[in-house]
């Protein structure tokens, strides 16, 4: 599977982005799509992920400023990103989750390369 993620740039606090993840197969096909990000000298963490109903999740650093949604017939998922703050500031990347029943929950399965995102103070 290749994600193809797009849609990074320098921003100003305060400003908006909106970051798109085009997948090479049907998003259809897939449990759940979103988010991670990798800051400067930090781990990756989750951001957002949407689920194959629609089904939402956020950090809760991001909740009630970004927004993630998918257009099944484009095989694209989408980030949007308000309110952005410097700590925002980092390498975004497109991933999928596949349910893992026996386990009982979702795994990652592909990532795709980041899209730097930059927010200034």
């Known amino acids: 599977v290749q994600l193809q993620a797009s849609g990074g740039g320098l921003m100003q606090a305060g400003g908006s982005l909106r970051l798109s993840c085009r997948a090479s197969?049907?998003?259809?096909?897939?449990?759940?799509i979103g988010w991670y990000r990798q800051a400067p000298r930090k781990s990756r963490e989750f951001v957002a992920t949407?689920?194959?109903?629609?089904?939402?999740e956020y950090a809760d650093s991001v909740k009630g400023r970004f927004d993630i949604s998918k257009d099944d017939g484009q095989n694209t998922v989408y980030l949007a990103m308000n309110d952005l703050k410097p700590e925002d500031t980092g390498d975004y990347y497109c991933?999928?989750?596949?349910?893992?029943?026996?386990?009982?929950?979702?795994?990652?399965?592909?990532w795709g390369q980041g899209t730097q995102v930059t927010v200034s103070s």
């Open positions: 991933t999928t989750e596949r349910w893992n029943s026996r386990a009982g929950k979702y795994e990652l399965d592909y």
């Open positions: 197969i049907s998003i259809k096909s897939i449990d759940r």
């Open positions: 949407i689920s194959k109903p629609g089904y939402r």
